[in-house]
């Protein structure tokens, strides 16, 4: 597979007047990319104040169903790293037989919708095991399957070990950067192998 990633910087009203841009868009071979992320200021009437309201995530987060899609992008929304995120959650959803759940928690009735409010759990279908990675959309830490060792501290400088919790679950890195995220992506695999 071959990506292509390209990034304009301008205004709206800049972007919007430049031909290269038009013509480039145009021009562009397979799908835009759907996710971008845009500025929610608003200026308060009362004192023509600017109010920072995070970023509205545009196009739908990837292997997150329709019900928990709001409540995701939200959580995104004030995520300084949200498009690394976004870039993982769509390289892990790519791998075969891998399904993206909310929770139930301890409330849940049958016919209640799933939560997404916590955490995302990746789960390979078919799997006896529960989830092979957590991901924390809005501060964008990935929980792994994983025990810390000197072959994970090797391929992942980044990821700490966890000390508390589930005792399966012994490895954590936050995506900040590309470096981080490739560095998760990494860990992702060892896991979803090992589930």
């Known amino acids: 597979m071959k990506l292509t990633y390209v990034c304009f910087e301008g205004t709206p009203q800049e972007l919007d007047a430049s031909e290269a841009v038009r013509e480039l868009v145009r021009q562009w071979s397979g799908t835009v990319d759907a996710v971008r992320r845009t500025p929610r200021v608003v200026v308060d009437p009362e004192s023509d104040d ?30 300084p790293a949200a498009q690394q995120f976004l870039d993982f959650m769509t390289e892990a959803t790519s791998w075969e037989s891998v399904g993206v759940h909310g929770i139930k928690r301890k ?16 789960r390979r279908k078919g799997s006896q095991y529960g ?44 995506i900040y950067d590309e470096s981080t995220l490739k560095q998760a992506l990494a860990l992702a695999e060892l896991a979803y192998d090992a589930t």
């Open 107 to 122: 409330t849940w009735q049958e016919g209640d919708p799933l939560d997404y409010t916590g955490y995302l759990r990746l």
């Open 131 to 174: 989830g092979f990675v957590y991901a924390f959309a809005s501060t964008g830490v990935i929980n792994f399957r994983l025990q810390h060792s000197a072959e994970i501290a090797e391929l992942a400088p980044d990821a700490y070990p966890l000390t508390k919790g589930n005792h399966q679950y012994r490895v954590n890195i936050q």
């Open 50 to 79: 600017e109010v920072d309201f995070g970023w509205l995530v545009e196009g739908d987060v990837p292997g997150v169903v329709e019900e928990g899609q709001s409540t995701v992008k939200a959580q995104l929304a004030f995520n």
